[in-house]
Structure formats: structure tokens, C-alpha cells
């Protein structure tokens, strides 16, 4: 008989197959009659529900494999250190990157923002800008925020074009799917009331400030399904989640311990977050289901030279996690094998 507690399955089905391993599982395997083929990779069980067999016919037909593993085989560790890498150096205080699609970034400094190809070759695009923060891209067009004065401006990247297009104080910037912005309030200004999360509305005009009442935020990263936000608190540690049908019911899902200094964060298509922490100099992983974290990548400068922004990116074999650090390097996190990781689609 096969034991289901030691089948190991291709992660892309995994929301499918997994409800079938997790109910066989359950039971006795002389209850549930199941038994498999390992040549063939097919499972068979005869008394299983209608919903669970249709869920196992349409992984089959997708071409996915089962394979049996030895029940001594080590478990994939999700919390193995990455190896680590220099993409390019001498930037200019990186604040904040958005993948190019062809492999490079773009980055925001202290008052520039350059361009990384997929080699490390470092091209200005602007300079003199008012301290630039949040970047987002979408058809060619560069979105970015302003922190000297409070702009949210559109830079053409075939034309060159300029352009200012609202004003509001903002640090992290979000895209959503619908062409909305969304944007983030620090909480530097001690005293001042708290800004939360504001929401830019191009089709009106409107700018929502306080759309959700987060007491701070930094980076900004969009679920899987589109349906929530997830937002970071430089101060606390706390990685907070906001439903975007219902923003004042936003909720803290995971707390980073001791004074980390979180500044932003992104999330996989598989639901994983990864957040820099800024005075800590290390990269956790998060799993907002839970509200476990763990290291992934320490080491990374600190205090104030520590990691500013990460994301994903393509790399030589996949997907790689890139990550602009206050020393004025572009690091690039590779994953040890196994590790699911794609970036979110937009």
C-alpha cells in the first residue's frame, strides 16, 4: 500500500492535489482503499468522493506527476539560507526597484533613478529629482512618487516623456489591477496623525487619504487572487493585510521580533511574503497564513545602509529574489532548489 503522507507533488498543482492527500491522509489506507502506481504515476481509490476524484482526473490530465519519496528523504526547508550575489554597486542610496520584463530594474536613489540591466549595466534615466521612492510599471509607462514634494509623476521609457500627474504625500507605490494607485504613510512625523494607506483614483481624480487606517506603512505587495494588500510597520515589525473590498478591516498577520526596521515587501504567486528589514540587514520569509517567519538572507549591511526594497525577478534558472540595500548595491537572493518562485501577476 502506498502512504499518502510521503507523496511529494509538483507545487503548481498543489491547491488541487493537496486536498486529496490531506483527506486521504487521514484515514487508514485499508479504509480509504487507496494504492498507487509508482511507475505510472497514477493513484488510484476506489471509495474516494466524486469532488476529490474529479480534483485527482483534472491534475492527471494536466500532466502532473506523483512521485513516492523514502520515508527518510529530508523535507524541503523553507527556511534554508539563499545565495547571494552582487548585481551591480555605486548606486545612489537605492530606495526602490520595478522589474524592466526583460530581465533588468529600475531603481530609485536619493535623488535619481537609474536603470540595472540583466548584466548590472547601470544607465541614468533621471536626475535631480525630489528624493523619488515607490516605482511601478505598466505599458511603459514609469509610475513613481516624490517625497520632497508630495508628487506622484509618469515617466514615458520610450519617449522620455515627463509628467506630473497628481499630489499627495506618499512613500511606497502599488498599482492595482484596475489602474488605481495605491500609496503609504511612513509615520515619521511623530505627532502627526497617521495618513494610513491612500488611494489614487486616475479616472476621477480622487485622492483617498486614510482609505484604510493603518497606523504606518512602507512597502506595499498585491495577493495572488488580487483580492488583499499587504503593507509593513517600519516601527512595530508588524506585516499587516488589508482586504480590499473592506480596507478598515485590515489585520496584522505576522510580527518580526526585536527591532528590525521593516521596509518593504513582496509577495510569490505561491502566497509567500518577503520583507526587508532595513536595520536588521536580513530578508524574512513570511507566511501570512500562519504568521511564521524565518531568515532567508542576513548579512546585508545594517542599521541605516541595511536592504530597502526586494522583489522578483528572472534569473539564469528561474526566479530570484533582488534586493536594493542603502550601501548602493542591487543583490540578487537565488533559491536553494525547490522553492517555489514567481511573481504575482498584475
Not at 144 to 168: I, M, N, P, Y
Request: include cysteine.
Amino acid at each position: 500500500m502506498c502512504n499518502l503522507r510521503n507523496v511529494q507533488y509538483s507545487a503548481w498543482v498543489g491547491e488541487f492535489l493537496g486536498d486529496f492527500i490531506q483527506c486521504a491522509a487521514a484515514f487508514p489506507d485499508a479504509e480509504v482503499g487507496a494504492y498507487c502506481s509508482v511507475c505510472t504515476s497514477v493513484i488510484a481509490v476506489p471509495t474516494m468522493s466524486r469532488r476529490l476524484r474529479t480534483i485527482l482526473v483534472a491534475v492527471l490530465v494536466a500532466g502532473a506527476t506523483v512521485t513516492v519519496v523514502p520515508a527518510n528523504a529530508a523535507p524541503l526547508d523553507p527556511c534554508a539560507p539563499w545565495t547571494m550575489e552582487t548585481v551591480a554597486a555605486g548606486l545612489d542610496e537605492p530606495e526602490n526597484l520595478e522589474a524592466d520584463g526583460d530581465g533588468g530594474f529600475y531603481v530609485s536613489g536619493a535623488s535619481s533613478i537609474v536603470h540595472v540591466d540583466a548584466n548590472g549595466t547601470v544607465v541614468p534615466l533621471l536626475d535631480n529629482l525630489p528624493a523619488p521612492r515607490g516605482l511601478q510599471l505598466h505599458d511603459d509607462v514609469l509610475h513613481f512618487v516624490t517625497g520632497q514634494d508630495s508628487k506622484l509623476r509618469s515617466f514615458d521609457v520610450r519617449t522620455r516623456e515627463l509628467d506630473d500627474v497628481a499630489e499627495f504625500p506618499a512613500h511606497g507605490l502599488l498599482r492595482l489591477p484596475n489602474g488605481d494607485f495605491l500609496t503609504t504613510d511612513v509615520g515619521t512625523d511623530i505627532g502627526a496623525p497617521s495618513r494610513g494607506l491612500t488611494r489614487y483614483e486616475p479616472d476621477t481624480g480622487a485622492v483617498l487619504t486614510n482609505w484604510s487606517p493603518v497606523p504606518r506603512s512602507e512597502g506595499l505587495a498585491l495577493s495572488p487572487d488580487h483580492t488583499r494588500v499587504y503593507t509593513d510597520d517600519l516601527f512595530t515589525g508588524q506585516v499587516i493585510e488589508v482586504p480590499l473590498e473592506s480596507p478598515d478591516q485590515w489585520s496584522v498577520v505576522a510580527t518580526i521580533p526585536g527591532i528590525p526596521g521593516l521596509d518593504d515587501l513582496t509577495m510569490s504567486s505561491a502566497g509567500t511574503l518577503y520583507v526587508a528589514a532595513h536595520f536588521e540587514g536580513a530578508i524574512h520569509r513570511v507566511d501570512p497564513m500562519t504568521g511564521n517567519a524565518c531568515v532567508i538572507a542576513s548579512g546585508l549591511s545594517g542599521g541605516w545602509t541595511g536592504p530597502s526594497s526586494v522583489r522578483i525577478g528572472p534569473a539564469a534558472a528561474g526566479y530570484a529574489l533582488y534586493v536594493t540595500v542603502f550601501d548602493g548595491t542591487l543583490r540578487r537572493l537565488t533559491p536553494p532548489e525547490g522553492v517555489e518562485l514567481t511573481p504575482v501577476g498584475r
